[in-house]
């Protein structure tokens, strides 16, 4: 699956992940390669994402996702 984080300011990730975990407005979870496509929105917390058993992860204040076709774009304001 392809992430794409994006910040007002700049493109804070882009890349192929095995896993991604978000901080949603109804509470956190986990999208996985060939999840059901999705639109939210995210609360304040750390977008988290794991490559190679590696974890990486950014803190945001609020932010909305997309999922379509295995490419994951997240918009966010760093905090």
Request: charged share 25%.
């Amino acid at each position: 699956m392809t992430l794409k984080v994006l910040t007002p300011e700049r493109t804070a990730f882009e890349g192929e992940v095995e896993a991604v975990f978000l901080p949603g407005s109804a509470g956190a979870f986990e999208v996985l390669p060939d999840h059901a496509p999705i639109i939210t929105t995210l609360e304040e917390g750390n977008v988290v994402w794991r490559i190679g058993g590696e974890e990486s992860s950014l803190p945001v204040k609020r932010g909305a996702l997309i999922l379509k076709d295995n490419v994951l774009t997240v918009c966010v304001q760093e905090g």
